[in-house]
């Protein structure tokens, strides 16, 4: 299996496309940041407020939130948290770390892995539709190896793409928030469900990208899963695409049927149990990720029932 994955790999990198969306990646990374510089210097210009106002303003915001008699359980946590850290920001004279600083870039890195959940989805879908349009599936398939191996090398083979670039999403960020924002001062504090603490702004990055790594997850095992099936890796990627970006429109159209609780791009972001912002509040992170859990047995068992039982013809 180690040979199959080595193999796919440098198949993987031999293409350009497989260099040229990492190199996209670092441009935009740059590229975003440097607008949120110039935005930041244009709004700081006319607009001065300091790191107590803001606090107040966030305890202000949190406790009214606190009075609404619907919010769920994760929900009220997060604005008890919010209400109690910055509490203690102007109890204690602990301001945040500012926006424009190398620190919160970091913590906020997790938001640009839309972009890596785009270019997975491109090598999701192409990986097995490529070797078909192509005409190589036959020589690959005429190795003594078994046909689910294969198609698990290929997959994992694109897991680790994704991961790569999750992690290159991170270190882009802290580099190009140091080189425009340079190392800001504040301390980053949370809420442990009972006191506020001191805590680590890279653990809560690494924390962030990883729940919002679910995302990528499993977008790219439905792209898999398509390419797999149509052996068409534009329909594939198209689908895919027209899902990512409109999914989690349905959620609000089926906000009041049941329906939605078992709805894929209910469950796809993680961070909403972090965040306080929940389109559909009765759920749990539990309930999430067995969700996630069904759907990635259903794409997988689909796309290996495909592909082991598919004719290949000349």
């Known amino acids: 299996m180690l040979k199959l994955i080595q193999n796919e790999w440098m198949k993987l990198w031999s293409k350009k496309s497989s260099w040229i969306m990492a190199a996209l990646l670092v441009v935009i990374l740059f590229a975003s940041m440097g607008i949120t510089k110039w935005v930041n210097s244009s709004m700081m210009a006319n607009q001065e407020e300091t790191w107590q106002e803001v606090a107040t303003n966030q305890q202000a915001n949190a406790e009214a939130m606190l009075q609404d008699p619907n919010l769920s359980d994760p929900q009220k946590e997060y604005y008890e948290g919010q209400a109690a850290i910055a509490e203690y920001r102007l ?19 997790h938001m640009m892995l839309s972009l890596v959940t785009l270019f997975t ?10 070797e078909f349009s192509q005409g190589t599936i036959k020589m690959l398939l005429t190795r003594p190896v078994k046909r689910w191996k294969i198609l698990t090398s290929k ?9 790569l670039l999750s992690i290159l999403t991170i270190a882009v960020s802290a580099l190009a928030g140091l080189i425009f924002f340079g190392i800001g001062d504040g301390t980053f504090l949370v809420w442990n469900g009972s006191e506020v603490v001191e805590g680590s702004y890279w653990m809560e990055a690494l924390k962030m990208a990883g729940l919002s790594f679910a995302s990528v997850w499993i977008i790219g095992t439905f792209a898999f899963m398509l390419g797999t099936v149509f052996r068409s890796s534009s329909l594939a990627i198209g689908l895919s695409i027209f ?8 959620v609000y159209l089926l906000a009041n049927y049941e329906i939605v609780k078992y709805y894929l791009f209910t469950h796809t972001d993680l961070t909403q ?42």
């Open 273 to 314: 149990f972090y965040t306080g912002f929940m389109p559909v509040p009765d759920i749990t992170m539990t309930m999430s990720l067995i969700v996630l859990a069904v759907y990635f047995l259903i794409f997988m068992a689909v796309s290996y029932w495909t592909f082991s039982r598919r004719d290949v013809t000349a």
């Open 243 to 250: 899902l990512m970006f409109t999914g989690i429109q349905a």
């Open 155 to 163: 997959y994992i083979t694109t897991m680790i793409y994704a991961i």
């Open 91 to 109: 109890a204690n004279e602990v301001p945040a770390f500012e926006y424009a600083s190398m620190q919160q870039q970091v913590i906020d890195a």
């Open 121 to 130: 989805v491109i090598v999701a879908a192409g990986i097995v539709a490529s």
